[in-house]
């Protein structure tokens, strides 16, 4: 057994009060991220982990690249014959998971997922690099290959088939709106007394926001 209570860090950098935050969840993700993007420690601010629940009722998560958010929620791309695409269309929920532990926080957002119009779909995809263009072509997403070279062959094949050419978005790939109902940000504290701060929205679209014990 390998033993890990030496690892310890105190938590100073931070105070999240219940009198200082947005009222709104979006408006106080916008103050964090944009904190986190500016830091320059932290590689991709945008990454979060999605996680989604499979047929066997366990979770699985993964990390995904964060494209847009604005009030209405927040925007991911993938193939929707993948895991996650599987498992969104059976139950379109799942929770966001933002960790910047540089600035010792992080933010946990439950969220009802559906996907976005096909027009959002194509104005995104040709703003992609060439080569990530080619890339969705070239990956059925989650599915067993025989090995590394079975897809880089199809790589090749595709940019001789598209040399000089518009490279079409495949239709199984798109983008998902996550749309939070409740959202909780985590600020570490000394003495593991963090500060945690959960919004629930009520049937009226506003917040409820309330302190949680660490």
């Known amino acids: 057994m390998e033993i890990l209570h030496h690892k310890r860090k105190v938590y100073t950098q931070g105070v999240l009060l219940k009198s200082s935050v947005k009222q709104n969840p979006i408006d106080q993700f916008d ?5 986190a993007e500016q830091n320059p420690q932290i590689a991709e601010a945008n990454a979060t982990a999605l996680s989604t629940v ?5 979770p699985r998560t993964r990390m995904v690249l964060l494209k847009a958010y604005s009030k209405e929620g927040f925007i991911f791309y993938t193939h929707y014959t993948s895991k996650k695409g599987s498992a969104l269309k059976d139950f379109p929920k799942g929770c966001l998971l933002f960790f910047w532990p540089e ?14 119009p096909e027009n959002l779909n194509d104005i995104y995809f ?7 263009k080619l890339g969705a072509l070239a990956s059925r997403q989650s599915q067993v290959i025989p090995d590394r070279n079975s897809l880089d062959a ?5 940019e001789k088939k598209y040399e000089n050419k518009e490279i079409p978005r495949p239709k199984t790939w798109g983008g998902y709106i996550a ?3 409740e959202t909780e940000f985590w600020q570490g504290r000394e003495n593991r007394l963090h500060d945690r701060i959960l919004y629930t929205k009520k049937e009226d679209g506003l ?8």
């Not at 040709?126 to 990530?132: I, L, N, T, Y």
């Not at 917040?207 to 660490?214: F, G, S, V």
């Open 179 to 181: 749309s939070p109902y």
């Open 154 to 158: 199809e790589l090749k094949r595709l």
């Open 31 to 35: 103050i964090w991220y944009k904190e």
């Open 54 to 58: 499979e047929e066997d009722y366990c």
């Open 126 to 132: 040709d703003s992609r690099p060439r080569g990530s």
């Open 207 to 214: 917040w409820d926001i309330n302190r949680l014990a660490p």
């Open 103 to 116: 600035l010792e926080r992080q933010i946990i957002m439950k969220c009802e997922i559906k996907k976005l």
